[in-house]
């Protein structure tokens, strides 16, 4: 599937899905970045460069992991996991903030702007920028920022700014906002780090071409592991970067069955969920620069959204997921957080693996249908981060009382 | 060609045409329509109606404060139809609908145009809807005689500016600098420029906006714009001092 083959007039166009709605005032700057993109992608030199720094600095190739105690354990198909989890800064997005910190570089922009939900495409971009020597702000919801405190300390300490964002829900949606108005305002020396694969061309196409090195890697070592391809391939989907990354790998083998997973929130109807596809509570519309499913009211205007995780808590959806959807090449479940948090459980007892919330969505949809399937039959599940930044969430969710005796000890060192 | 006209007539009298901004529903439709008396008193040309929405990335804390509250107090897209059909009514200045492209998008684009027609606007403002993706959205306006209204940056190509001024219905919105609406801008021999740049390349009028807000600010686009555009400022001084801060506001501005 030639995906990124656009049709004379429709450049940046998965179906109806995707375009570039931005202000006048950016046409010129997301021109420059797209020309920029599309110089580095047909340069095979670039790809090499963007290899040795991903191998040099942040460890990849990141291994797949057997889970044979899991497996056992659910009686079905064998289960194995990319592990993107051991990436520097804990996830993959990493793979889009260097190859992203590359063409910073090229464009010779002096400063980065990023939105953040749970905090992990903020870490990896404080640390892209302080590795390259570039001025950084982050964007982060005032409600996420409450919620993820450890990566606020680790972004503040690499020396970037957090500011956080206290317009409308105070999650993602307003951190692309507020990237947004400061984008129109800094433009000349300003590159807008753009953590997900949503949002205006180039970025939906220059976030999945980063992350494809997942489904790259992934490709290989599930054959060389297992001995052929997978059955399915599960992955979490928030705005649908870490999904992109591995689907990419299997996309063209009709074989293996690729199964998108939402966050399911408190379970379909709207206002308690971040399902854009799984749910019918979504439909078509243009925000935040591009056309796909939101959640919104008949008016257009955006609904709450829930999700026991940041990461996946926001309105719209990649439009190349949306396109592959409505393609009926990618399946889109739900996970609630209920069921994400049977499945955290589950996996860190069985396979001592402790998944970031977001991609427990994956693995809890994984374990739903493993046991359905034959012995003989292979999942690949996309651990898209490690969990140990949900440490705070974590606890609240299973309710554990030492851990609540520790915050309120340490609260009396420090004088509350 | 109405709105074109209508401006063209007016501009025969003064040299400096006024459009104003009010946030449909915030703080109330009440406040709103006595805000248009005020303006209909300094004898405002043109009023943008902004139909609220959720995601606002292009207004600054002002108008993305009041887009929230005037969502969180009911405003619905029919509200804002039925308000400006009452204004049209009773005013004569010219109203535009302005907005992000969503609330045209949802509603249909086919039937946005029906109402915003039937509501007797004269056309739209839609900052966040290229040029490339409004073929279909100009051709439904034309046929109703409405007005897409095209933005020029300063930070377009003369390439880029030219293809806009071209396009151009009704009259051009020139965003005097970078940024979001509501903050000071500088009124200078780079504005100056950039406005001579846009009279290049458009036939129709041109007017000026973002951080429009001091006598200075009208005294240095006179002869130089053909209409002083005043957002932020005017709903500042709303939300200060109610109906008598506009009126004072709009006394020392244009008076």
């Known amino acids: 599937m030639s995906l990124f083959d656009f049709a004379p007039g429709r450049e940046g166009y998965y179906g109806t899905y995707g375009g570039c709605f931005l202000p006048e005032i950016l046409t010129s700057t997301i021109d420059e970045l797209r020309e920029c993109f599309r110089a580095c992608k047909a340069d095979p030199a670039f790809w090499e460069e963007f290899r040795a720094v991903m191998r040099s600095y942040s460890g990849r190739p990141t291994p797949v992991t057997y889970l044979e105690n899991l497996s056992r354990h659910l009686g079905g198909a064998r289960i194995y996991v990319k592990r993107e989890d051991l990436n520097h800064t804990g996830s993959h997005k990493i793979n889009n903030v260097m190859g992203q910190g590359l063409i910073c570089k090229r464009l010779g922009k002096t400063r980065v702007i990023a939105e953040t939900g749970a905090g992990q495409h903020g ?60 984008w129109v305002t800094n433009m000349a020396d300003t590159h807008y780090v753009l953590g997900t694969a949503c949002g205006p061309h180039p970025f939906p196409e220059m976030v999945s071409y980063f992350q494809s090195i997942i489904g790259l890697e992934a490709r290989e070592q599930i054959q060389e592991n297992a001995g052929r391809l997978p059955d399915r391939v599960y992955a979490c989907v928030g705005g649908g970067s870490n999904a992109m990354g591995i689907f990419q790998g299997c996309l063209d083998d009709a074989g293996v069955e690729l199964v998108g997973c939402e966050a399911g929130g408190f379970g379909p109807g709207p206002g308690g969920h971040a399902s854009r596809l799984a749910y019918p509570d979504a439909s078509l519309g243009v925000a935040q620069g591009y056309k796909t499913y939101f959640l919104q009211n008949e008016d257009g205007n955006m609904l709450e959204t829930h999700s026991i995780a940041a990461g996946l808590d926001y309105i719209g959806v990649n439009p190349i997921l949306a396109y592959l959807w409505e393609q009926k090449r ?25 998944p970031a919330l977001e991609s427990t969505h994956a693995f809890a949809r994984a374990i739903a249908e493993a046991p359905a399937m034959g012995r003989d039959e292979i999942i690949l599940i996309n651990q898209s981060g490690r969990g140990d930044k949900d440490i705070f969430t974590v606890a609240d969710a299973i309710d554990d009382r030492a851990w609540k005796q520790f915050i309120r000890a340490k609260a009396d060192q420090y004088g509350a | 060609m109405a709105l074109e006209s209508y401006l063209r007539e007016r501009l025969a009298r003064k040299p400096l045409l006024v459009m104003t901004h009010v946030v449909c529903g915030y703080p109330s439709f009440e406040e709103n329509l006595r805000a248009l008396e005020v303006m209909a008193e300094f004898d405002v040309d043109l009023v943008e109606l902004q139909f609220p929405f959720s995601e606002p990335s292009a207004d600054g804390p002002r108008f993305v404060r009041a887009n929230q509250l005037a969502i969180e107090h009911g405003t619905h897209t029919r509200d804002c139809f039925a308000f400006m059909a009452r204004a049209a009514q009773r005013f004569p200045f010219k109203l535009l609908m302005m907005g992000y492209y969503n609330t045209v998008f949802k509603m249909g684009e ?146």
């Open chain 1, 123 to 182: 870490f990896a971009t404080a640390t892209m920028a302080a590795r390259f020597g570039l001025r950084c702000k982050i964007y982060m919801g005032a409600v996420d920022v409450a919620r993820q405190r450890p990566n606020v300390f680790w972004m503040e300490n690499l020396g970037a700014e957090v500011v956080a964002v206290e317009d409308g829900q105070r999650t993602l949606k307003d951190a692309i906002n507020e990237c947004l108005r400061d």
């Open chain 1, 330 to 354: 990618v399946r889109f479940e739900a996970a609630t957080d209920d069921e994400v948090r049977e499945a955290l459980r589950l996996v860190m007892r069985t396979e001592g693996l402790i």
């Open chain 2, 110 to 255: 086919a039937a946005f145009i029906e109402q915003l027609a039937a509501a007797g606007g004269a056309g739209l403002i839609v900052p966040d809807l290229p040029l490339e993706e409004s073929g279909e959205l100009r051709r439904l306006a034309a046929a109703r005689d409405l007005d897409p209204i095209l933005l020029l940056a300063p930070t377009n190509t003369e390439a880029r500016l030219a293809q806009l001024g071209a396009a151009a219905r009704g009259f051009v919105y020139a965003v005097a600098r970078k940024g979001v609406t509501g903050s000071k801008t500088a009124m200078d021999a780079e504005l100056s420029d950039f406005i001579a740049r846009c009279r290049r390349v458009t036939q129709v009028p041109v007017g000026v906006g973002f951080g429009v807000s001091s006598r200075e600010d009208i005294d240095f686009l006179r002869g130089r714009a053909d209409i002083a555009i005043i957002g932020t400022a005017a709903l500042a001084a709303w939300e200060e001092r109610g109906e008598a801060g506009l009126r004072a506001f709009l006394a020392e501005l244009l008076g």
